[in-house]
């Protein structure tokens, strides 16, 4: 019999949102109520996933995420429209996991119902900080009070949340910072995603460090955030799976995020997403187009809106080990072969006596010590 063909997750791309936030670099535009190219870009996209189908051929269907943007903004309408059209496309799994990002103002939080009738199960909630100084340092449109609120109602209507927080702020302290995880985690959320501050190229916080407005913290108090949030999620009984990402036991870990880290394929659709499908042995790179208006132009002239490129095996195996070391998993040695990495290649041999990566025979693991120096770590395994 012949090989089944592999399974994928759907990502889907949704870029408006109310107010743009001044660390973003993600494909944002301002929603100022065009309802009219709302409803045109929902339906490129499904024309899109249809595209794709084409392309995939049958496959079970592991996860649907929306992401953003901000896609609690999306018509819920069209939210389910997108989730009944892939179950028609691909054969969804017994436990296919329907993911949407969210924004915690009250106006959103009034949406949540609908979103959790249109079939979104696992709610991801950007509620960033829990003060309010932090949040109108990070120029967001949500105070302390509608976060609270917002993943109060998200915890009572989907079954599955997760949210995520920014740390190493400028002006932050350890001692704030244990503070607001601790409160946080009374809300009983299954999986939290806390992302250091990254400065972006070319986004206004950029501009603002170059000026001298805003100093984020040094290194070392950076290093110390890293490590407080370790160690007040382990005491929580959440695993670090993932760099940034912590789950209340495997059945809490995000199968979504998971299919990119372990190199599953996946279908993007929506302006700017990018997609990586196994087709006929080999990696393809789908990348959709960036501006909205471009995306709904090229899917109603050619049917699609993407581009697409193969990986050559060197640049898939590369881009296997970058995901790969991100998860405690690691990336099995059989999948490093066009790297010619094994557990007895010197520079493997030395990583392992350094303490950056684990002494597995198996698979290629960063220790603890490693995730914290990933670039370097990489830049050595990928030359
Ligand atoms: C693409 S955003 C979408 C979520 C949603 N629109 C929001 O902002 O709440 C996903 C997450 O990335 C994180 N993020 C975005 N830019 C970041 C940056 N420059 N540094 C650290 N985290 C960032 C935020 O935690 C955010 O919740
Ligand atoms: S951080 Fe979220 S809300 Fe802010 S601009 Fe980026 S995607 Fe939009």
């Known amino acids: 019999m012949q090989n089944p063909l592999p399974p994928l997750g759907l990502y889907v791309h949704w870029p408006y949102c109310a107010r743009i936030c001044p660390y973003c ?34 496959r079970r269907l592991l996860s649907i995420f929306f992401g953003g943007g901000t896609p609690s903004l999306m018509d819920p309408a069209a939210v389910a429209r997108v989730i009944e059209t892939a179950k028609a496309l ?47 340092l990070l120029g967001r449109n949500h105070d302390a009070g509608s976060a609270r609120r917002a993943i109060a109602t998200a915890a009572r209507l989907f079954p599955r949340l997760s949210v995520d927080l920014i740390y190493a702020r400028p002006g932050q302290t350890d ?10 985690l009374a809300y009983g959320p299954e999986h939290v995603s806390p ?18 407005k805003i100093v984020p913290p040094d290194e070392d108090l950076a290093a110390q955030l890293f490590e407080t949030t370790q160690e007040v999620l382990e005491a929580a ?58 995306y709904i132009a090229a899917v109603a002239r050619d049917g699609t809106g993407f581009d697409r490129e193969d990986l050559t095996p060197v640049e898939a195996a590369e881009e296997r080990l970058l995901l790969g070391l991100r998860i405690d998993d690691g990336v099995a040695f059989t999948e490093m072969a066009a790297l010619e990495l094994s557990p007895d290649t010197p520079k493997v041999k030395s990583l392992v006596e350094a303490g950056l990566l684990a002494d597995d025979p198996v ?21």
Not at 119 to 133: E, H, K, N, P
Not at 271 to 289: C, I
Not at 363 to 383: F, I, N, P, S, Y
């Open 25 to 58: 670099d993600f494909n944002v535009v301002r929603d100022r109520g065009r309802t009219d190219e709302q409803a045109a870009l929902a339906d490129a996209i499904i024309a899109d996933m249809t595209a794709h189908r084409t392309l995939t051929g049958p």
């Open 90 to 136: 691909w054969t969804p799994e017994g436990d296919l996991e329907i993911s949407l990002e969210a924004n915690p103002t009250d106006a959103e939080a009034g949406r949540f119902e609908a979103l959790a009738d249109a079939g979104v199960a696992r709610l991801s909630l950007g509620v960033q900080a829990l003060d309010d100084a932090s949040l109108k």
């Open 175 to 184: 001692a704030a910072w244990r503070e607001e995880l601790a409160e946080m």
């Open 195 to 212: 992302y250091q501050l990254t400065i972006e190229a070319g986004t206004a916080f950029d501009r603002a460090v170059g000026r001298g």
């Open 237 to 294: 009984g959440f695993d670090a799976y993932e760099v940034s990402n912590h789950a209340r036991g495997p059945a809490a870990r995000s199968r979504h995020n998971l299919v990119y880290w372990r190199g599953v394929d996946y279908v993007g659709v929506g302006p700017g997403a990018h997609g990586r499908l196994t087709l006929a042995g080999g990696k393809v790179a789908t990348t959709a187009r960036l501006k909205i208006a471009d």
């Open 363 to 383: 698979r290629l693991r960063a220790t603890r010590q490693g995730r914290l120096l990933l670039d370097r770590l990489t830049g050595v395994l990928a030359t």
